[in-house]
């Protein structure tokens, strides 16, 4: 598809822990998103990036930091993991299809802080 | 961007066709529909989308009233591998995604 990839896909870390996650695409998208999901909540915006260095806050930013060195990847940080950060995180591009401006997610990354 | 309204559930026969209602009085001019679903544990896939004309690709199709404030994504033959929750988007083409909130969708079961 896009060529999204998140690591780690799987993630069991403790309280005050640092964590990062890591989006990698190999199209050169400008935009890309991270979003978290859970139950009764939906998809959430977290933090999404339009550029190398040019990031900007979702929905739901609090707790969470971004940073984008390079075209192709996009890093989200939790600084120190609390359990209310137990969630899926999605990573997404947008790109032009059929005429449009659509967004393609990743694979998720499913993290439990204990 | 325009808000939507989606039963929140329903279901479907395997084979037959799954008719998906979206209601979008408040949509403007400039404003697309798309649709995307969720299989449970995956990532969001893109289905379709459509300004006014009705839209047709090899998932699915699109139709769009004439005064724009609903659509329907028809499934034509459901399979049970289209279980998943769905969800109908209305906003401009060329926007960021970046202010866009995903609402709950449709949750779909396809059923033997």
């Known amino acids: 598809d896009a060529g999204i990839t998140q690591s780690p896909r799987h993630k069991v870390t403790e309280t005050g822990t640092p964590v990062t996650l890591r989006c990698h695409q190999t199209e050169n998208h400008r935009y890309m998103y991270w979003y978290r999901q859970d139950p009764g909540h939906g998809l959430r915006l977290i933090h999404y990036s339009y550029g190398v260095k040019d990031t900007d806050k979702g929905e739901v930013s609090d707790g969470y930091s971004v940073s984008r060195s390079k075209t192709e990847d996009f890093l989200l940080t939790l600084e120190s993991a609390t359990s209310s950060q137990t969630s899926v995180y999605f990573c997404?591009?947008?790109?032009?299809?059929?005429?449009?401006?659509?967004?393609?997610f990743g694979a998720g990354s499913r993290l439990t802080v204990l | 961007d325009a808000k939507t309204t989606q039963p929140p559930s329903m279901d479907c026969a395997e084979g037959r066709a799954a008719n998906l209602p979206c209601n979008h009085s408040?949509?403007?001019?400039?404003?697309?529909v798309y649709w995307y679903r969720q299989i449970h544990s995956q990532g969001p896939q893109y289905i379709i989308h459509?300004?006014?004309n009705n839209e047709t690709n090899e998932m699915a199709s699109l139709i769009i009233t004439e005064d724009r404030k609903s659509s329907t994504l028809i499934l034509p033959h459901a399979t049970l591998r289209d279980t998943a929750v769905y969800y109908c988007i209305v906003r401009p083409r060329t926007d960021s995604w970046g202010k866009l909130q995903f609402g709950a969708g449709t949750q779909v079961v396809v059923t033997p």
């Open positions: 408040t949509i403007s001019g400039n404003e697309y």
């Open positions: 459509g300004l006014k």
């Open positions: 997404a591009i947008s790109n032009d299809r059929a005429g449009a401006n659509v967004l393609t």
